[in-house]
């Protein structure tokens, strides 16, 4: 779709230029805000994932999590055109480096379903559609998760990329939240 390929385009200049200037403090901002506003049952697992590049690191937040006695997962591809599937993980434990400079937790650890999914974006519109990579996996595994039980997803991003509307598919899945460095957007879904 070239509407998207433009929007990429678009999106990835205007999150450098919040990288750049925000820097690590934003990621420290969504740890301020934590998910309290989502209300996750206690203990819940949540998916997070780590930063690549200029994406806003939740790191801060994961820390906050662990604090609160969430277990948190980070995503691992088991494979094209499939859901992603999450490992248990803490800071420390041992990583796998894969493709495009992602890290994994090792094959060993513990798989977890999640209450809540982190997601990183690019884009995100009010009614709660985002502009990804555009490998779909994000919206393959909130599809699965959703027909297994009742999953929060709530998108991770600097303020700057909020648009007024993402250019979407039908089989795009729609988050509940966006947390930004400002605060919680509830989306409109």
């Given at each position: 779709?070239?509407?998207?390929?433009?929007?990429?385009?678009?999106?990835?200049?205007?999150?450098r230029?919040?990288?750049?200037?925000?820097?690590?403090?934003?990621?420290?901002?969504?740890?301020?805000?934590g998910?309290?506003?989502?209300?996750?049952?206690?203990?819940?697992?949540?998916?997070?994932?780590?930063?690549?590049g200029?994406?806003?690191?939740?790191?801060?937040?994961?820390?906050?999590?662990?604090?609160?006695?969430?277990?948190?997962?980070?995503?691992v591809?088991?494979?094209?055109?499939?859901?992603?599937e999450?490992r248990?993980?803490?800071e420390?434990?041992?990583?796998?480096?894969?493709?495009?400079?992602?890290?994994?937790?090792?094959?060993?650890?513990?798989?977890?379903?999640?209450?809540?999914?982190?997601?990183?974006?690019?884009?995100?519109?009010?009614?709660?559609?985002?502009?990804?990579?555009?490998?779909?996996?994000?919206?393959?595994?909130?599809?699965?998760?959703?027909?297994?039980?009742?999953?929060?997803?709530?998108?991770?991003?600097y303020?700057?990329?909020?648009?007024?509307?993402?250019?979407?598919?039908?089989?795009?899945?729609?988050?509940?939240?966006?947390?930004?460095?400002?605060?919680?957007?509830?989306?409109?879904?």
């Open positions: 779709m070239d509407e998207k390929k433009t929007a990429r385009a678009e999106a990835l200049e205007r999150r230029a919040a990288f750049e200037r925000h820097g690590a403090a934003a990621g420290e901002r969504l740890a301020a805000h998910l309290a506003f989502c209300a996750p049952p206690p203990g819940a697992a949540v998916s997070a994932f780590l930063a690549i200029e994406e806003i690191d939740p790191l801060p937040l994961m820390r906050r999590l662990w604090r609160e006695d969430h277990r948190v997962g980070l995503p591809m088991v494979g094209k055109g499939r859901p992603l999450f248990q993980w803490t420390g434990e041992p990583l796998d480096e894969v493709k495009w400079g992602i890290r994994e937790p090792v094959a060993a650890a513990p798989v977890i379903e999640p209450d809540v999914v982190l997601v990183p974006l690019l884009a995100f519109d009010r009614a709660g559609y985002r502009l990804g990579y555009g490998g779909g996996f994000y919206d393959r595994t909130l599809a699965r998760l959703r027909a297994m039980k009742p999953v929060v997803a709530v998108g991770i991003a303020d700057e990329l909020g648009v007024d509307a993402v250019p979407h598919l039908d089989y795009d899945e729609p988050l509940d939240w966006v947390l930004t460095p400002q605060g919680p957007i509830k989306c409109s879904t």
